[in-house]
């Protein structure tokens, strides 16, 4: 059995969160590790390498804001990245400050227990390496768990078969008969991207989407300069907004203004491109008024019904109900199907029955015949993850259990009562934003609390508000790799404070988060916003829907009120 391997932080993720995360712990003097059961830094980037794999945020605002020099001068020249330009970009921030060392790869957290005499958390992992933090953090991923769904036949299937999540390199669909399952924001994605090389495309659709250009193209010359002299103003507008996609969101009702004046503003919209901009840019009030909602949805529907040439593929592609899922938007998604080797099968209709050796069975009993099923089918979103391992706290429940009855619950979307020192990055009940920026709040707000915990180790007493003048350096070693390897070297003994929310602050929080989403159509249609994604999942709140800048305050709030809903015991 391997020795155990203090340390300060164990940080569990390679993605976003984890990267900046490691850097800001690192940079805390204290001895930290990352592991992930990836093969290398990326999160969703390393795993979500299927064609056309794009972030729909715009690519000033799909990376970092903290590093000015790499933020002016890192290379892009497109409105939006596309995977591998995202998946370099942070192989170049972890090179860039020298993070390599202190990850460590194909290594899956798979069970976590909060021992409360000792003050730290036991993590043991599928290479048997087991690690005991002061602190946990897990950047575990929101939309990183696959949703893979269990059709029968499976495993007769004599070709290929995907998940868009675990894309293989380099897999050549030229010339080949392939079947896509999914229609969500990945499988427009891989559509798009795959149509006009493979044989015949077949797209398995369950419900069809609303999704509106991207407006994808170079940026113009001149177009870096001027983000570059305005690059901090950029960044605190996204900040101080609600969803920190880089655009003021409108406060203008759709009502106000007549039917020409509101299609000339759809068609604006619609022409400039971005999911986000054409749903909260244009009106403030699609996302939660029944007639506005429809006024975006009936613009959509006529413009699939010009592009989309064959009325039978038109009919089937045409989306009802509410405009209320994550926005989509596309390269060009809607016009594939004006080819002759893409077709579309609408599974309400004819639903999938199994799939055989050939291909995927429909209920009208015809077997459409595939070397190559693609599964974009998405993910178990948001506390998929966690309830898969078995991660237990203070008095040996795991996660699961926690969240049984109500659903995934937290305070402030990163920490839960009875799992002291554990910290989540995107986890239940955070903001529904645009990521990056999210999770810069989440691992600054986390890496203060640390701090805060920290300083319990110079100080005697557990009253925080106690512990902000004159704290010492608290002599840990610094993040070079040093100290770390098994035995307490890694990791100074002495005392540190454990944190964890009130059952009552969780309970608040919960309680917001679902008054906060009482009245938006999003929580009364099936996506996996609100868990309805997945087969066997109980619908659940999931986000905090009050925006970026207000979730921004109430963290601010509980830094300067003596860390407010938090508990805090002395580990000696
Ligand atoms: P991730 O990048 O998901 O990383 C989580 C990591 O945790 C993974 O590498 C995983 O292997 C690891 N992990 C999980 N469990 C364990 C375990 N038990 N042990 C060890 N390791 C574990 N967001 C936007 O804001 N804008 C976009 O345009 C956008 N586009 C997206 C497109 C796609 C196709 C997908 C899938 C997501 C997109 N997202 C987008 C969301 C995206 O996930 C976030 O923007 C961001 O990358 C999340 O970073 P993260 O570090 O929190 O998690
Ligand atoms: P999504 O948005 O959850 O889309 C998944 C798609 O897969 C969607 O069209 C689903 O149909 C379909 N699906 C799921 N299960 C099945 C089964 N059993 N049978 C047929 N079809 C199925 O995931 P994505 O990966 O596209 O995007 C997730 C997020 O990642 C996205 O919002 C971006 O933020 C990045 P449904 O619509 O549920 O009927």
Known sequence: MMEHQYLDALVVGAGFGGIYQLKKLLDQNLSVKLIDMAGDFGGTWYWNQYP????DTESFLYRYSWDEEDLRSYPWNRYYLQGPEILAYLQNVVKRYGLRQHAQFNTELTKAQWDDAEGRWTVETSTGHIFKPKYLVTALGLLSRQNFPDIPGIETFKGDLHHTAR????????????GVIGNG???????????????QLVCFQRTPQYSVPSGDREVPPGYREDLNRRYTEVWQQAKNSMFAFGFEESTRPTFSVGREEREKIFEEAWQKGGGFRFMFETFCDISYDEAANEEAASFIRRKIGEIVKDPEKARKLMP???HARRPLCDTGYYQQFNRDNVDVVDLKETPITRITPAGIELSNGHV????????????????????????????GNSLKEHWAEVGPTSYLGISVPDFPNMFMILGPNGPFTNLPPTIETQVEFISDLIEVAEQGLTRTGSNVSGLTDGAEPNGHVNGDGQGEGTGEAGSKRGQHLALEPTREAEEEWTDLCDKLSANSLFRK????IFGSNVAGKKPAVMFYFAGLANYRKALKDVLENDLKGFKQYVHV
């Open 52 to 55: 056309g794999a794009m972030s």
């Open 525 to 528: 249609t099936d996506s996996w």
């Open 185 to 199: 924001s990945t499988g427009v994605q891989v559509i798009t991207a795959i149509a006009k090389e493979v044989e």
């Open 320 to 322: 009802s109900g509410y």
């Open 167 to 178: 894309w293989p390199k380099g897999l050549d669909l030229r010339g080949k008969r392939v």
């Open 368 to 395: 459409c015949e595939l070397d190559v099923i693609v599964f974009a089918t998405g993910f178990d979103a948001v506390d998929g993850n966690y309830t898969r391992v078995a991660i237990r706290g203070r008095d």
